[in-house]
């Protein structure tokens, strides 16, 4: 048996850092997605090979043990997180092809994680549900991260535009019938999700009465850009975007090189502009409902850029006898 499963990327539109703290955001699956093959092993280790990261390592199941000579072999215990919660130990091989620029906040993590799940889950003849799927995902990056919040596994998971109600306690597809047009800018230095959301909340320790009114206003933000979504209200969107990028700012996530991305796609016609996901290196999104092509060109002279469109299929499985 031959499974393929892919799950797509993300970009946070409203409410990084503070989702943490159950406050509520808003995500977009992206057209980037990360793809798994599973195919039964000739022998009886689990060989795994992320091919367009030069990756390759064995897992020992029962031991948790890692092999592996690539010096970036994070990505690996997300696998073996995941194989934990749908495997039987049995050897398999996984071929895997991220597709989306590590660490740059644009859920390459949970995508592979969802299509890992989601693919030995299906070789093994286990019928996971979509809610099943989130759910192990979210647990294996809080296994992995230490803290982490649902939003990206479940845009993986489900795909298309949604909003994550507070303290996810419930998600929500916003249906709209226009299209999002937004820019990705990224760069070559990556951040470290886990240290990032740590230095947040060593920081809100620090300095409660200061950082947590910064935590509530980006909630406040957040609900505002919903409704300025549900009325295609342009203008407000990119003013929401920019006051939350400010914001993250003061938490202490924004560096020189987002900083420079952010001002460049404002100043080549972004209507707004703010970092995504967790910053400390990573990416910037900008929303350019006039036309995307002065921004990609504008980010292309010094970092990395790419068109976002919105992906409305989440994750997907393909069984192959």
């Known amino acids: 048996m031959q499974v393929k499963a892919s799950a797509p990327g993300k970009a946070i539109l409203f409410g990084e850092h503070a989702v943490v703290y159950g406050k509520p955001a808003i ?33 020992d199941f029962n031991s948790g043990a890692i092999i592996s000579d690539s010096p970036k072999k ?10 934990k919660k749908v495997h039987d130990g049995s050897g398999i091989d996984i071929g895997i092809d991220v597709n989306i620029p590590i660490g740059g906040g644009l859920g390459s993590s ?22 099943e799927i989130a759910k192990y995902a979210h647990e294996v990056e809080l296994a992995v991260q230490k803290s982490a919040s649902p939003l990206d596994t479940t845009i993986s998971t489900y795909g298309g535009l949604i909003y994550l109600e507070t303290n996810a306690e419930d998600i929500v597809q916003l249906d709209i019938d226009y299209d999002i047009p937004v820019v990705i800018g990224y760069t070559d230095t ?43 209200d342009k203008k407000r969107i990119g003013e929401l975007m920019n006051i939350n990028h400010g914001l993250l700012d003061a938490l202490g996530v924004n560096t020189k090189e987002l900083s420079s991305m952010v001002y460049t796609a404002r100043n080549a016609g972004a209507c707004g502009s703010k970092i995504t996901g967790a910053g400390g290196g990573g990416s910037i999104i900008a929303y ?22 919105i992906s409305k299929e989440g994750v997907k499985i393909t069984t192959l006898h």
């Open 190 to 232: 990556r951040g470290d999700t886990g240290k990032l959301v740590e230095s947040v909340r060593i920081r809100r320790d620090v300095y409660p009465d200061i950082i947590n009114p910064v935590i509530d206003s980006i909630e406040l933000i957040t609900e505002e850009a919903k409704q300025a979504i549900l009325e295609n």
């Open 27 to 59: 995500a977009m699956a992206i057209s980037k997605r990360s793809c798994v093959e599973v195919l039964e092993s000739s022998t009886s280790n689990i060989n795994v090979n992320i091919k367009d990261l030069g990756i390759k390592g064995c897992i």
């Open 110 to 131: 949970a995508a592979v994680t969802v299509a890992t799940i989601a693919a030995v889950s299906a070789y093994n003849e286990i019928d996971l549900k979509e809610e």
């Open 74 to 83: 994070g990505i690996l215990k997300y696998i073996l997180e995941s194989i």
């Open 288 to 309: 350019c409902p006039g036309g995307t092509g002065n921004v990609i060109s504008a980010i292309n002279e010094t970092e990395n850029a790419l068109n976002a469109d």
